[in-house]
């Protein structure tokens, strides 16, 4: 493919010299006339392992060369790739001047290429929020190419890509994610990276756009555990490497999928318990972990966020349906479900709560303790039946999958069902007062 690769940073040139070497005819664009000049000259205007070689090698094979204007680079491209900076603005958000500024001249320069030219794809690699496509750069390319009938789909790719290990990170890359809504821009997309082992996962575009923040929200958060960890651990003269490199062998709930879906608040009878421990430790060898610290009042904001939505509501009578903290579990110990039922009757709501396995006459033990404890109407509000609690509910705060639920929702379904665990199915889903607690 013919290729235009706006901007000549690390992740421009990586790209502009990786497609060049795999097969494509690559034209850069740069507005700094130094890097241009570089690219020309077969040297990297970027330090990359590795990748001096693969810029010497394409323009050697003339696969590969930069301009300074975006028409020289758009001459017979059927692809656009957005590679420029999107930095830190003075309040914080992303300064989207930049990857504005390359969708415009893209568009203007499609505009002069006029009809004959075909269709266009524009690819977004730089990382910019969630609905600027739709919001920013669609509108813009639309105001530019109104009436002219040339046809520019916009696409967004997501880089994810290190300094120091960009080229390996490009070749082995384990996602590879297109967002777009456009046949034709996945298509593009395709063929583009076809020489990739990793097939191209296929999103919308505001998923694609959402992701790369995520990965690095994660990496991020991952550095600061490992480092507040390393913080209190030292204090207790306990070696922290030794720790997070057991805790790292675990693949089945530690380094893997669980606990990673959007949902409601976590309790039981452990992690409450343990982190408050930690937190505790911390506080007496005058240690500060804010991380840990913001993990408990972040999961008290889950329950609030639910109690201001029913707040919010018309409705008064309530139903919930799972009380305990997990399911196929009875236990009531810390289950925020039992918060979230404690604070909506406290607020005056009529709340009917139903769960498959917990019986309060056969609660033993802590369990029992504590719901007579924290919970001591439970009796009244809780109901045999599903069917029993929905009867004349204005809302209905959904955890439990159990089968009695999912056919007792099916059967009378209240006007909102609100679903904290997101877990019920597509039946349930495509009701039409179904809303997800955090999707």
């Known amino acids: 493919m013919k290729v235009a690769v706006f901007g000549l940073g690390y992740v421009g040139t990586v790209t502009a010299a990786v497609l060049a070497t795999n097969g494509h005819q690559v034209r850069a ?10 690219i020309n000259s077969g040297t990297s205007p970027v330090v990359e392992p590795g990748l001096g070689e693969l810029v010497a090698a394409s323009i050697a094979a003339g696969a590969l060369s930069a301009s300074g204007e975006a028409r020289t680079a758009l001459e017979g491209a059927e692809l656009s790739l957005i590679c420029v900076g999107t930095p830190s603005a ?10 504005l500024r390359a969708v415009t001249d893209i568009a203007q320069a499609l505009k002069e290429r006029g009809r004959g030219a075909g269709f266009h ?18 509108p813009a390319v639309s105001a530019i190419l109104e009436g002219t009938g040339v046809a520019v789909g916009i696409g967004m790719c997501p880089e994810f890509l290190r300094e120091g290990s960009a080229i ?11 967002g777009s809504g456009d046949a034709r821009v996945i298509e593009s997309s395709q063929r583009l990276l076809g020489f990739l082992e990793e097939p191209v996962r296929v999103a919308s575009t505001s998923v694609a756009e959402a992701l790369k923040y995520a990965c690095n929200a994660f990496h991020a958060t991952k550095v600061s555990f490992a480092n507040e960890l390393g913080r209190l651990f030292r204090s207790l003269e306990v070696d922290a490497r030794e720790v997070m490199d057991l805790l790292c062998v675990d693949t089945k709930l530690n380094l893997s999928a669980q606990y990673l879906s959007p949902g409601f608040a976590f309790g039981g009878s452990c992690l409450p318990k343990d982190l408050r ?22 999961n008290a904001l889950s329950v609030r966020d639910v109690v201001d939505r029913v707040v919010a509501s018309d409705g008064r009578s309530v139903a919930i349906l799972g009380l305990s903290f997990k ?11 039992v918060d979230l039922a404690e604070t909506l009757i406290g607020k005056g709501f009529d709340v009917r709560i139903y769960d498959p396995v917990v019986d309060p006459e056969h609660l033993v ?13 439970l009796r009244g509000a809780l109901t045999p039946d599903p069917s029993v ?34 877990g019920l199915g597509p039946a349930i889903e495509a009701l039409p007062g179904y809303h997800g607690v955090a999707w």
């Open 90 to 99: 003075p309040t914080g958000g992303a300064d989207l001047q930049f990857v």
């Open 29 to 38: 664009v740069d507005v700094d006339g130094a890097k241009v000049e570089m």
């Open 168 to 178: 390996s990170d490009f070749y082995s890359s384990s996602l590879i994610v297109v």
């Open 121 to 138: 794809a524009v690819i977004v690699r730089s990382t910019v929020p969630p609905g600027t496509t739709h919001r920013v750069l669609e």
């Open 389 to 422: 609690a929905l009867k004349g509910a204005d809302l209905a705060l959904v955890s439990s999958s159990h089968p009695a639920v999912i056919a007792a929702l099916s059967l009378a379904p209240p006007p909102t069902v609100v679903d904290l665990g997101g």
């Open 277 to 298: 421990t930690l937190l505790y430790l911390a506080r007496v060898n005058f240690l500060d972990l804010p991380l840990l610290s913001g993990t408990l009042a972040s």
């Open 327 to 337: 399911a196929h579990s009875d236990d009531l110990r810390e289950s925020p479900y």
């Open 365 to 377: 033990g802590a369990n029992r303790d504590f719901v007579r404890s924290r919970l001591p109407h």
